[in-house]
């Protein structure tokens, strides 16, 4: 499964009775280890990078000495605001409190150095311009801290204390709030954390830490929650009005806290809220970059999936040049996570294919049996049929509208789609193998299967070994064809293409197609192979299987190739047919379940079309590596 920071975490009464008793609670596995060493590299490697503290250890401050600290780390980084905005914490968090939501007061990053001193007893909320003492603070180890490492204590119910609410973190506040703590028998709880626990401790309650006597560093991200309806109130000290200007800019005293810097992160009775994750965004002039996107709860008929995986291929390198911005995209898997009014067949969790046919069901097209020509989701008639996209501006880029390339975008975290372009996945496949079906399967093997309906004994030639052309010569195999070339530059996906059923193979060269049709004669009976397939996705090789069929064969460029070719009128002669079949003649209903069924019973290989794997930030690389020929099918796998 991939990570889900909006997965929830149980809560029980018990627990709730004795945080409001306690005034803090230690959680076990709030955080998987993946999780952990996720996001605790980016946390912590940022931490130091912002850090600008010089002065060696001892000639530092008390408070100085406790921690280095970085705030908002969340404005920072697209990693660390997936981790601060996640509903998990957030939701513990309302849940604790007892509360209908909780907005972001702000996120620190603690990081304590080997020989790093105490953090002096004191309470948090001396810093914060607050009207009450529903705020929390989730403390979260990215590692697991010994007790020699100076794991946080607590001085258990000692919320209730108005002694020590006027000092600062200092060496008088350890000496005199640890003094009344003793006097009055408030128990101080001081323990290990094991990996993956996390404390909560309300504002009010005092708490300290000892000093790293091991010899790593303590890494701790810690996200301060308030109440959602959290009022600002007027400063009592330079610290408060220090972060009212900073943490809550262009709040007003006497009113709700609601900011750019303090947003809603948790409401209960909505099962789900605004995802915020990483996408690769095309900006319409040939280049990307990764941001930080929002996407909405899905509206009637729609569903956001959490992707796991997503292919790469020329077509995405072509949308570098779109009407920009534009999410990228078109190819991925990944599970179900929130499903919209009217929305019949899924379940949260669940792993799904996304396509982009993405049918009606209803329009001219789709009631003749070719859905993926359907009139709505080509915007024929938006006004009569309407759009196959999601609600408009249900995904945000810098909080303005965003599209999404086919109506998926699966380069992002989070993909807002249709319905109908969610196919559930059988038990058993891989969403990170199954990504590919999305795309590059479907068109090769349905080119042959459903649009040049090859039969067995026929013969095929096919341009280019990459994600298409090698499933075009996986349709050929499964249809029975007695001859099937396989034609490319490269050595490697030649072979790869022998492995996948191609009987003969062809090295390309710089010619002009002369050699490679006396060729493909020559293993042909003299006369062209009767179906042959342009997968390239190079223009200047558009019509190159004209040249390649015999008379009344079929020449079907199926890349999706862009820009100007150039085409003899005798290559047309005689009786030749040439077609530009869009995604393999797809009808979702009959060919997902169809492709699942030949890759259960070894007919259809996956796994080994794969032959690189980046994460998204990677994207220029695999992208490189794919115009370059050294890989044949690209996956960006989501961690």
């Known amino acids: 499964m991939p990570i889900d920071l909006d997965r929830p975490y149980p809560i029980s009464p018990e627990q709730v009775a004795r945080f409001r008793k306690d005034g803090f609670i230690k959680l076990k596995d709030v955080f998987s280890a993946e ?182 560093p303590r890494s701790v991200m810690t996200v301060i929650y308030m109440d959602r309806d959290m009022v600002l109130k007027a400063p009592s000290n330079d610290m408060q009005r220090h972060d009212w200007e900073r943490w809550c800019p262009g709040a007003e005293v006497g009113k709700v806290i609601d900011t750019r810097l303090n947003p809603v992160l948790f409401e209960r009775g909505v099962s789900v809220g605004v995802a915020v994750g990483s996408a690769a965004i095309a900006d319409g002039r040939g280049g990307f970059r990764i941001e930080t996107i929002e996407v909405d709860p899905p509206g009637p008929g729609e569903v956001r999936v959490t992707i796991a995986a997503a292919g790469v291929c020329h077509t995405d390198h072509a949308s570098l040049r779109w009407p920009g911005p534009l999410v990228m995209g078109h190819e991925g898997a990944g599970h179900v996570e929130a499903i919209g009014e009217g929305v019949a067949g899924l379940e949260v969790g669940q792993p799904v294919l996304l396509n982009w046919a993405i049918p009606c069901g209803a329009c001219f097209q789709c009631d003749r049996g070719a859905e993926a020509l359907c009139e709505r989701t080509h915007e024929v008639d938006p006004p009569a049929l309407g759009t196959s996209r999601a609600h408009a501006g249900g995904t945000r880029l810098n909080g303005k509208p965003v599209e999404r390339a086919f109506h998926l975008g699966t380069f992002s975290r989070h993909a807002l789609v249709r319905a109908e ?23 090769g093997v349905g080119s042959v299967v459903n649009v040049a309906e090859v039969a067995p004994g026929d013969s095929v030639a096919v341009v280019g070994c990459g994600g298409v052309g090698l499933n075009v010569i996986q349709g050929a195999r499964i249809a029975g064809a007695g001859t099937i070339i396989a034609i490319d530059r490269v050595e490697a996906r030649l072979d790869h293409a022998r492995a996948l059923g191609a009987t003969h193979l062809l090295r390309a060269g710089d010619d002009d197609g002369e050699r490679l049709a006396a060729e493909v004669r020559a293993l042909t009976g003299g006369r062209g192979a009767d179906h042959a397939f342009e997968a390239t ?103």
């Open 421 to 443: 372009a969610v196919t559930p996945l059988p038990s058993g496949l891989p969403v990170e193998i199954a990504c590919v079906l999305g795309c590059a399967v479907m068109t």
């Open 537 to 639: 996705g190079v223009p200047a090789l558009a019509f190159l299987p004209l040249r390649l069929v015999r008379n009344g064969g079929n020449a079907l460029q199926v890349s999706g190739a862009h820009g100007a070719g150039s085409v003899t009128l005798t290559d047309f002669f005689w009786n030749k047919r040439y077609l530009a079949p869009l995604y393999g003649g797809c009808v979702p209903s009959r060919d997902f379940p169809r492709l699942f069924g030949w890759a259960a019973d070894g007919s259809l290989e996956l796994a080994s079309l794969i032959s690189h794997r980046y994460p998204l930030e990677a994207l220029d690389r695999a992208f490189a590596d794919m115009l370059e020929g050294r890989s044949t099918k690209s996956v960006l796998m989501f961690a």
């Open 35 to 216: 999780e952990l060493r996720y996001y605790g590299e980016e946390i912590t490697l940022l931490t130091i990078a912002l850090n600008t503290q010089t002065l060696p250890l001892e000639e530092r401050s008390t408070y100085d000495r406790a921690f280095l600290q970085i705030m908002n780390l969340w404005e920072e980084s697209s990693v660390a605001r997936e981790f601060v905005f996640g509903k998990r914490l957030a939701g513990i968090a309302a849940a604790l409190l007892e509360v209908e939501g909780v907005r972001l007061y702000h996120d620190q990053s603690l990081y304590k150095e080997p020989g790093g001193g105490i953090t002096p007893a004191h309470a948090d909320q001396y810093y914060w311009p607050v009207s009450s003492d529903r705020t929390i603070t989730a403390w979260v180890p990215l590692q697991a801290v010994p007790q020699d490492m100076g794991p946080l204590a607590f001085f258990a119910g000692s919320q209730h204390v108005e002694f020590g609410r006027d000092l600062g973190i200092s060496d008088e506040s350890e000496r005199e709030i640890t003094r009344n703590m003793e006097a009055h028998g408030f128990p101080v709880v001081d323990a290990p954390f094991d990996l993956g626990e996390v404390s909560f401790h309300l504002g009010w309650t005092f708490h300290r830490a000892g000093p790293n006597r091991s010899q790593q």
